[in-house]
């Protein structure tokens, strides 16, 4: 089966998969039954990861550009509030992640807003300025909305939560 005909999708994006799922919709709308950003990025038409970033924050990923790295070295698991039982297993799968990733800028023309079932989940024991601001964002437009008291990798903290949460969504 070809993307294009897939039917009644569920689109799940978790913290930068937000960025990746707002590209996505632009592509595949029509095939989307329901959107899901689990503790994710909301982008704007025309932002880039980076763009959501306050200067102390992106100088790093832009000196490391500039000197011609291609990737950021994988964060920690603890720094993301992820439960101690499953840290030192997050962090042995984590790999570096592509510079261009938090430098390229979206085109969205609304696709993801059309999508008929919208659904933001915070994984509210983890701060983030960013995901508070899809949360307050998704709660403007109407989304249906959650908030689970763990860390960020809900998967990981809540999984029959999550689940439950999932299954509503679709």
């Not at 930068?16 to 038409?45: Q, R, T």
Request: aromatic share 8%.
């Amino acid at each position: 089966m070809k993307w294009k005909e897939l039917t009644n999708v569920v689109l799940v994006g978790h913290s930068y998969g937000g960025m990746v799922i707002s590209g996505v919709a632009e592509k595949m709308e029509k095939s989307i039954a329901s959107f899901v950003m689990l503790d994710a990025f909301m982008p704007e038409n025309g932002q880039a990861l980076i763009d959501m970033q306050p200067p102390p924050a992106r100088e790093p990923i832009l000196a490391a550009e500039r000197e011609g790295a291609a990737t950021l070295p994988p964060r920690p698991a603890e720094l993301f509030k992820v439960n101690e039982k499953d840290r030192a297993w997050v962090d042995a799968q984590c790999t570096p992640q592509p510079i261009k990733c938090f430098l390229q800028k979206l085109t969205l023309t609304g696709a993801r807003e059309r999508i008929p079932k919208k659904t933001y989940i915070r994984a509210a024991t983890y701060p983030s300025q960013y995901f508070d601001a899809g949360l307050a964002s998704a709660r403007a437009k109407s989304w249906r909305v959650y908030e689970v008291p763990c860390g960020h990798d809900v998967m990981l903290d809540m999984p029959e939560r999550l689940t439950e949460i999932l299954q509503e969504a679709a």
